[in-house]
């Protein structure tokens, strides 16, 4: 029995004589008011489930990492955005990285295969946090929360904790007591 195809999961069809490395474009996702088992260009689609030539298209507003299919937080299952446009949690663009081979200056996309430069010496964590993706309890900076750091020569984030409150004025003897 064939598995069902989500709306986001449909891939299009590429032209007659190309192969799978050939450049085609995502279809949107199927109306709701299309007929079942057709194309939007009307011809009927393959039930046996084989995958399409294309690229999978991801969901429009994903609420969980494509890699590990976790929901995004707001510390180490950060929604972090790559320059192609696709958005992965840290954690995941962590491991990845250390798959990569190289010194850690650019992460490809798993994907489409585009390249990311990463900050000198600020590496993951310095790319762009897609905070809408966030849940509404997360979406809010926590108060003196730490910042997460990505130590490639270990494999492992860490959440640095954040400096100490700076020393407020010193309130004098004299003005702590209560006047008679």
């Keep these: ?28 996702p199927r109306s709701p008011g299309g007929e079942e ?23 429009a507003s994903p609420v969980e990492c494509l890699i590990c299919v976790s929901p995004f937080d707001g ?10 446009g696709h958005v992965f949690c840290l954690e995941c663009l962590a491991r990845l990285s250390l798959a990569t081979a190289g010194g850690g200056d ?12 990463l900050a000198p ?6 790319l762009p946090t897609q905070p809408g993706l966030l849940p ?13 750091r990505f130590d490639r020569r270990r494999g ?4 640095r904790p954040p400096p100490p409150p700076p020393p407020g004025p010193r309130k004098s003897r004299a003005a702590r007591q209560l006047p008679s």
Excluded: H, N
């Design 136 to 148: 509404r309890d997360a979406r809010a900076p926590l108060p003196r929360q730490g910042s997460v």
């Design 1 to 28: 029995m064939p598995c069902p195809r989500l709306p986001w999961l449909r891939r299009s069809r590429a032209p007659q004589g190309s192969g799978p490395s050939s450049q085609s474009s995502l279809s949107a």
């Design 156 to 159: 492992l984030l860490y959440l």
């Design 75 to 84: 510390v180490f299952k950060l929604p972090k955005r790559l320059d192609c």
């Design 106 to 117: 650019a992460v490809a996309c798993p994907v489409c295969r585009a390249p990311t430069r």
């Design 37 to 59: 088992g057709q194309d939007d260009d009307g011809e009927e689609e393959e039930g046996d489930g084989s995958p399409g030539l294309g690229p999978i298209l991801t969901p």
């Design 121 to 126: 010496r600020r590496g993951l964590p310095a």
